[in-house]
Each structure stands twice: as C-alpha cells, then as structure tokens.
C-alpha cells in the first residue's frame, strides 16, 4: 500500500485520472510490489514447509556441530568397531536431534555426553602378533561390561617414556562396572614389559592368544611381504642352512614362536594364574567357547555366547551377527585371514622338528596340550 501512495504522489498526471483508473492502477502497481518483495521460488518454500527457511539452516548447523562434537567425544576406532559404542552414539544422536527440534538453542549439553572415567588397563592382551589378538579384542569388546582402545597404544615397548598419565588419555572412558582393555601384540616378547606392567599393577590380567608357532611364522612373513614385495623368500630367511636344517632364531618370524622362552620371562613378574592363554586353533573353530574361558577369566558374566557368531563361508572365518539394535554384520578385515604364501613341505617339517622341543615345553609350563603337530 505504501507503494502505491509513493507512486501516486509521483506521478503528476495522477490528478487527472478518474478514482476508477485509480483504483485499477492501484491493484496492479500492490501486485507488482509484493512480487518484488517476495520471489516464486520463496513463497513456495512458506506454503510447502513450515519451518522458517533460517531456522532450518540454524538447525541443520547445529545438527552438524553437534555430530562433530560427538565423534571428539568418541574415537573413530571406538565408534567404528565397537556395537556398544555404535549403540550409545546413536541413542546420543536421536536425544540432540530430539533437542534441536524442541528448543531453539542450538548449543549440545557435550558435558553430559562424557561417561565415567579413564582407567589405566586391568586387562591386556600381550599376545602373539598374528595368533588372533585382535578377533579377541573385537569379540571380548562386544560385552557391556568391556571397554577397550581400539587402537594398538605399544604403551610399554616403543612409548614407555610418555608416562602413565599419557597411557590413561589412550584408554576410553568407563563405568566403575567396567574394565578396560588394550591390546599390543608385541609385549610378549619384549624383554622389559613384563616388569612395567607389573609396576602399572601387579594385578593386571593378561591373555596371550597362541597359534601354531609355523602358522605363525607364514601369517607373519605373509603380512611383511604384502609390505615388501622384494623380500627374500622365506627359506632364506627361516634357515641359516636349510640342508643341515640350521633355523634362524634372530629373524623375528620365527624367534616370537619360541613362546616357552618368553613365558620364563613374564613368570618371573606375575604368577601363571594370571595368565590366559586362548588358543589361537579354537578361536577359529569355536569362537564363543574360548570366549567363553576369556569372560570366565575376566571375571566377567558369559554374555557373549555362539549366539553372537555366525561362520562367514566367503571369509572363511567367523564374524560377528548384526546386533540387535542397528548395523551390520561385522567380519575383521582384509588384513586378517589372509591366503598364505605357499611354503614347501621339506621347510615345513623341518620347522615342526625345530619348534617340537620349545612346544613341549610351553604346553607344560601352561598345563595344556595345544596339539600343533
Ligand atoms: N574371526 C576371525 N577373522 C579373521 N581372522 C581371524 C579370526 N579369528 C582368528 N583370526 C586370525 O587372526 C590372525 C591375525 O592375528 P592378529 O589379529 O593377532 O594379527 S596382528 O598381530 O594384530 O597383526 C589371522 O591370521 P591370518 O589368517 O594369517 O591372516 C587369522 O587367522
């Protein structure tokens, strides 16, 4: 209306028109402005959402924020792999949507989003690298009652000199109901973890999942050469002199299959009770009943059951079912259940003849027959 008193003011011929025309030029001159003042593509969006277009984009960035927040409140390996984690995410995602919708304040309640506190580790698997340390890991994780650092922390071999206080910050958040995990495959064998543990805490749990040490040195070799595709062949690297069937004990490979030796090491610093040994065998052919000796160990109630497992026939190994409340089913990755290098039967056997001593020994320290013939 304003505009048309404004352009009828202006015009200075206005005075010789008749109120009819005025009338007419008026509506017309009333429609032209409020096209100008409001575009089609605007009066669509008014008619067809109720929201108002600016407090959806407030609300969408806010969404967005807030999303981001929660994956600083949550670790990417924590989120990724753990159904727990996974589950809490998401009943934190639907109360923040749930606010954003019912309150024009935009800013999370991030505070009430931290749980409990970090604990330095009651439980650690030290072991061996490529026995299933982290297909325990996952499958122990999946219990309420666990929680644990998705990624490797190598806190008392490589980073021992940051401090407990830098190890505590790697672990996540618990309830006084949970126990907190890590694993780091390489502390079996290094000489001086067993005694850092044990000043974390004498009482610290350990599970060391072992494998037929032979297997062991062609998974080991096999992952190396997938990194190093010029390595030597693993003959040469297993035998100082294959004919004479002299084995190389300084290469990694095979020196970490000696577990009777490392053991001697770790009984000097915790008793054998405190020690779980899973079969690396078993895990593959019954997950749920070694998982159930590690929650037994644990002191844990048997939750995580064969109701839990499912044998993928593609991967070839067992992985875990869809949890109930979303996501899906979960193998380990590629990196896990690789197809051997092909290694012949001569080094084969002359291994199994070189580890046969060592073997013995270990399945009498532990008291258990692990049958690799
Ligand atoms: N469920 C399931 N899925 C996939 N893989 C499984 C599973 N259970 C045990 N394994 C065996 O775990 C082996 C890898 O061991 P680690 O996890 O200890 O390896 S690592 O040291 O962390 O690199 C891996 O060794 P490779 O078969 O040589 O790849 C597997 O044999």
Redesign the pocket.
Known sequence: MACVLLFSRLLPFSHRLTRTSICLLSLLLSYLCYCALFPADTIMHKSGDPTPSCQRVLADGAKRRLQKSLSCVLPLDERASSVEASRLKSDQKSSLTLHIVRNDTPSPPIGSLKFGNKKLPNAIIVG????????VLEFIRIHPDVRAAGT?THFFDRNYDRGLEWYRGLMPRTLESQITMEKT?SYFVTKETPHRISTMSRNTKLIV?VRDPV?RAI?DY??TLSKTPDLPSFQELAFRNQCLGIVDTSWNAIRIGLYALHLENWLRYFPLAQIHFVS?ER??TD?AGELARVQDFLGLKRIVTDKHFYFNRT?G???LKKPESSGSPR??GK????T?VQIDRDAIEQLRDFYRPYNVKFYEMVGHDFKWE
Request: charged letters at 25%.
């Open positions: 061996v690298k490529k026995g299933g340390t982290r297909a490797e495959p999942v297997t998974s096999t992952q690396g895990l593959i997950p991967k190994f067992p992985c193998c380990l990196s896990k259940g690789r051997h």
